[in-house]
């Protein structure tokens, strides 16, 4: 935003209204519709200035008691948050979730689930230097697995685990199979907890000998301890990276059903077990938290001599909780923008009342918004992308203010002093209306373009994203509509109270070496009681007595005096560095530093003095490319900047993966890293999972399905018509046809292998519910009638599990519904990993989606219901998808609407078009920063993609509308003066706003997730590019090129299109009397 703004209502004294003969016009009648409203609404303001903010104070207090009745409690995160609410994949996981939660219940015995897994890591990189470990021992050395022992046996060590949460095999609560502590203390596999040996027990001390012949067997026996060790053990003969990996069983004693996330046993286990485990090895390893911090940031070293190993450990509990406790201490940092731009306001308005008041009118448009968004629109998303609001509309709003603050200050000169016996409200009322209506368009114009770039992104179908542009374009709204009710009441009465009790000015003034305070005091009363001249009289009358051939200028009258000037408050040295970016940009002018400074002493200022014109000094007829070398370097080297970074951004992918929450110090990260890349990839779960299923139709949701609230009432799926019929001999082979041919089908591009499936992958129930028949009943599952086959077919279910260990029931694969055989599902791991690019994972996608097709087309006649195919990885991949499609939309609304918002501000197309011209290349610049810096096209770069266009456009807007107006407020024409007048007028201003903005987001940079540190990165990246290429490219260019006179001016092409068809009709009138005089 800007502050110091020349607004031009059409009709309102600068631009009078047509009349149409005495006739009716309509831009007459709307002039004076315009002009009544302004007086109401501003003599309201200056008559009843308390009234209005107790009306303010009024609708805050009724809007707070409705959005307290709806409640505001913050949404529960949740796995559907980043879903296409009514995608196919997304109804497809919602039928098997709630498949899953109807079944008939199989074979699952008390706590015979591994439901919940939680890791231990070791890492024996050093704590200083180096990128490996020293040898030869590296993570096995003595006191190290040592380590290792203590670390487990904080989980498994407790009675609770054994009594409550240890996974139960025939009822026996055995050893963690997958712990590197039980290979290296030598305890036998499927050993029972309470016979382990005391060593293991007690975590003796181990030889370093023995360890070393242990790691000896291991390592001639690699592929059977990948999973344990770091993918460069084998190479580097020394593992540097250990871990180990056990689970937590359900269902708990009294449940039937194993447990879920975030459901009644998932919070037990929390309470009771998890967070005593994670209290205790937290004091072990001595982390401390420090305010606004998360413990596991710190690190948890263990081992002999400097604390050699870095111990680590992560489960969904610690996510879960780490998440949340995250949020709300990063939330702090809030406060600190609201000190900053509390500080910033109160420097820059020279006043601590207007500042106060002002930022608690800024913290009040939230919970305003909230009432709209909430109440009003009935919307109950409320989560981290609301948060980010917070500090984005900080800046907004303090520009807002800024606006009419500054429009308020300029009153003084522009407005006629006050008259002899004129009423002091009536002088007040001038002043106020000349600054509400240069504020009204120009803080209209920018929150018109922010608010629709959020809107713009609320159009995506992706509902965090979608949340934040709705509530972020409400909050612009409501600044808008505060900074024109509630500020200038402020305002106001700081001037009634203040200034005129205290006698202290609030405008520029001229400093003479005789004059000083009490100068300023008499200038004031003046100002307030009326006696003598006016300053529009004394200018006229110095007017009347000059002779041809003179001007009076208070600049050119500063020039030849070289009078010395000064300010008040937030204005005193504000010019002083546009007098050297002026200095740069006219590098070339021989009497550059003359013109600069005549420019930069307002008229109103200086009393008229005769000057001969050819004393004054102009930039006019300087418009030789030659004589302007720094513009034209500036705008070529920045035009190709922004030339490479729209390239560099074209290269921005979707991510691979999921978002990374935390830093990269945090815990989470450090396991995170780790489990992607640092060990052996035969852990199954690296490659993605599909399932095929048949039975499944729909998804009904009902009335209570809310996409806002997402993890709630996700609906209930609908079944075939009838139930399953596997008896017959087609059904049976098309089955096991379809689990035969995933792994043998060819997969050309985006697999990892050369088939669609990895081998032997396949949890095919049919093949082992016929090998269990052939054994329990001696003959095959071939011509059995269907009550017979489906009864068998359920004592399999319930009797056995599947030989993969991923699974520990067939009650998923084999849906059996109040006794009947609904669904049955087979599933398969593909030969792509979960974080492969979008691109290989589009044309698996293809692939898998031909083999259906295929397959389906030999289903005919099986009796056998319609088969569909889902994996989570698909779910994600369209998630992908719609980040990119949600910027190309947001970006194709924002751009035009700033376009022609440009146009209508500047009233000039060549303006407008250099405006659009240098938002594109801020965009750019940011994206091409993300892809400089090593990110992906998230959803961090997806939102930033459009509001950027929002964010930029406020200086290019009024450096442009400055520029244009010359020709109104100094009857400039050529270019160059035009340039000299917008940056005089308008570069203190969006500097400060500048300020504003990256300053109020600057503390996000000091959050512990990473999704708030990257946003501050992109904010104020935003909002430099946006400073840097609107001083450097925008303002060059115009001083190189800018239209001159009434080019590109929209009256001047209306009239220009108006003359030309007045001639084409006069010509065919012409043409047609000759034919008929001929």
Known sequence: MSS????????????????????????????????????????VIVGRPCCMLAGAAAFFVVAMALVVAVGTKQTQPSEYEWELPYDKFSERRDMLDDASDNVDAGLLPTRSDETFDWYFFYDAKPKFGKNTCDGPSGVLATRTVQAMCEAEREFWGRRKYEEQYCVLTDGVCLVPEDSLARIMYEVPSGTPLQNASSSFWNCDLLEQSRIDAIWDDMYSNFDSYEFYFDDEAYDRGYPCRGRSLMFIGTPLDGYSKTSDWNDAQFRKIEKRFVNRVQSDLVSRYNMKA????????????????????????????????Q???????????????????????????????????????????????????????????????????????????????FVYNDAWRQSVDAVEAQKPGEDRNAYLQRRVKYAYTRAFQSIFNTSFTTAVAFFATSIAELVPIAAFGIFSAICVIMNFALVLTVTPCIVLIHHKWCVDRCGKGDHLAIDSSNRGKKGDLEEENK?????????????????????????????????????????????????????????????????????????????????????????????????????????????????????????LASRLEPPSEQEKWFAGRH?????????????????????????????MDRIKRGRAFDPWVPHRARGEVRYSNNPIDLSGDAAQVQILSACDNVETYNCESGCVGETLARPNSTVCFLREFQSWHQTTYGTSTYGLDEPVFTDRLSTFRTETTPESDDYSSWEDLIGFVDGELRFVRIDTRLSMGLEDPI???????????????????????????????????WAWYKTQRALIRGLLIGMSIAFPIAFLTLVGATQNVILALYAIITIGSIVSSVL??????????????????????????????????????ARFEQDITCREDKFIFAMVSMGPTIFAGAVTTAGAAI????????????????????????????????????????????????SSIKHAVLNFCSRKSSCCAKTETREVEA
Request: glycine share 8%; proline share 4%.
């Open 1003 to 1050: 503390f996000l940079l000091a959050c512990q997730l990473t999704f708030f540190t990257q946003m501050g990165i992109l904010i104020i990246s935003t909002i430099g590019y946006s400073l840097v290429f609107s001083l450097f490219f925008y303002m060059p260019l115009l001083y190189v090129a800018g239209p001159e006179g009434d080019a590109g001016n929209l």
């Open 839 to 873: 691109t290989d994972k589009k044309m698996v996608l293809r692939r898998t989606n031909k083999f259906l097709s295929r397959f389906c087309r030999q289903i005919d006649g099986t009796g056998l219901p319609d088969v569909w195919q889902f994996s989570y990885t």
């Open 527 to 647: 100002d307030n009681d009326g006696p003598g001249p006016t300053a529009t009289s004394a200018k006229e009358a110095a007017a009347a007595e000059e002779p041809a051939g003179t001007t009076t200028t208070a600049a050119a009258g500063a020039a030849k005096r070289g009078g010395r000037w000064c300010c008040r408050g937030s204005a005193c040295n504000e010019h002083s560095w546009v007098r050297v970016y002026l200095s740069l940009i006219m590098c070339g002018r021989e009497n550059r530093l003359e013109v600069i400074d005549a420019a930069l002493h307002p008229e109103a200022r200086l009393a008229p003095e005769k000057v001969d014109d050819d004393e004054v000094p102009t930039v006019r007829n300087s418009t030789r490319l030659l004589k302007k070398p720094v513009a034209l370097i500036l705008v070529l080297t920045f035009g190709a900047y922004g030339a490479t970074s729209a390239y």
């Open 4 to 43: 110091q703004m020349d607004v031009t209502f059409v009709g309102v004294e600068n631009d009078p209204p047509a009349r149409d003969g005495g006739g009716f016009s309509m831009r007459k009648y709307v002039a004076d519709r315009r002009e009544r409203w302004i007086d109401y609404i501003t003599g």
């Open 667 to 695: 815990m989470a990260t450090k396991v995170d890293r780790l489990s992607d890349s640092g060990y052996g990839a035969n852990d199954a779960s690296y490659y993605t999972l599909m399932s095929f299923v048949w039975g």
């Open 928 to 965: 091409g920063l993300a892809w400089m810096l090593g990110w992906a096209l998230g959803i961090k770069e997806s939102v930033a993609g459009v509001i950027v266009i929002g964010l930029a456009v406020d200086y290019t807007i009024h450096l442009g509308h400055m520029y244009d107006h």
């Open 323 to 401: 998440f949340v406790e995250a949020v709300n201490s990063d939330f702090m940092f809030a406060i600190a923008s609201v000190v900053f731009v509390w500080v910033w306001i109160c420097v820059h308005t020279g006043s601590l009342f207007i500042g106060s008041m002002s930022m608690l009118q800024i913290l009040l448009s939230l919970p305003i918004s909230l009432f709209w968004y909430r109440v009003v629109l009935q919307i109950r998303y409320i989560a981290i992308m609301i948060q980010l609001a917070i500090f984005v509309i900080l800046g907004i709003g303090a520009d807002d203010v």
């Open 290 to 321: 420090k305010p606004l911090r998360s413990v596991y940031l710190e690190e948890a070293r263990a081992g002999e001599s400097g604390k050699k190993v870095e111990v680590l450990w992560w489960n969904p509990f610690l996510e879960d909780a």
